[in-house]
């Protein structure tokens, strides 16, 4: 028994909500995206920041970015719209299941956000902190926004 609790905290956030940095990054959300309406799902004890999209990308008409952040730095930020499309970047300990993926920082393409260890690709986020990761987080959705396609999402990464 212990050892599939094992496996399943090594595919999950470790540590608790990161309020502080959920309020960094609403403020640069709020700042940089004007499709985007940021807010905590509890403003005093918050598990996520949900970022709700006035469009998404390709032919959904809106879309969410769920975003958590905890105390020990590991994130996710969980794309999902209206066409049922699905994508996330994380960063977080994986058991090295992800062949593809040398450190924590990983993303999970669409249109399922597949945990398939054969889909599962590095980041091309390789930045830490929580300013950083979300501007780049920003900029791959809206140049995905623009060229309408979902390519850019992790552009830049190295490949294996």
Not at 54 to 64: F, S, T, V, Y
Not at 82 to 92: D, F, I, Y
Request: net charge negative; charged share 30%; glycine share 4%.
């Amino acid at each position: 028994m212990r050892d599939s609790l094992d496996q399943a905290e090594t595919h999950t956030l470790r540590g608790a909500a990161d309020r502080p940095v959920l309020l960094t990054i609403r403020d640069v959300v709020e700042e940089m995206e004007p499709l985007a309406t940021p807010e905590l799902d509890d403003y005093l004890h918050p598990s996520v920041l949900e970022v709700m999209l006035d469009d998404g990308l390709c032919e959904a008409e809106n879309a969410r970015i769920d975003i958590q952040w905890t105390t020990r730095d590991d994130y996710k930020f969980h794309y999902t719209d209206t066409e049922g499309v699905n994508l996330r970047w994380g960063k977080h300990p994986h058991a090295g299941d992800y062949i593809h993926v040398p450190g924590l920082e990983h993303y999970h393409p669409p249109p399922n956000a597949s945990s398939d260890p054969d889909e599962v690709e590095a980041s091309c986020i390789s930045q830490s902190p929580e300013e950083l990761v979300t501007r780049a987080v920003l900029k791959l959705w809206r140049v995905a926004y623009h060229t309408d396609s979902y390519e850019p999402l992790n552009a830049g990464r190295n490949p294996p």
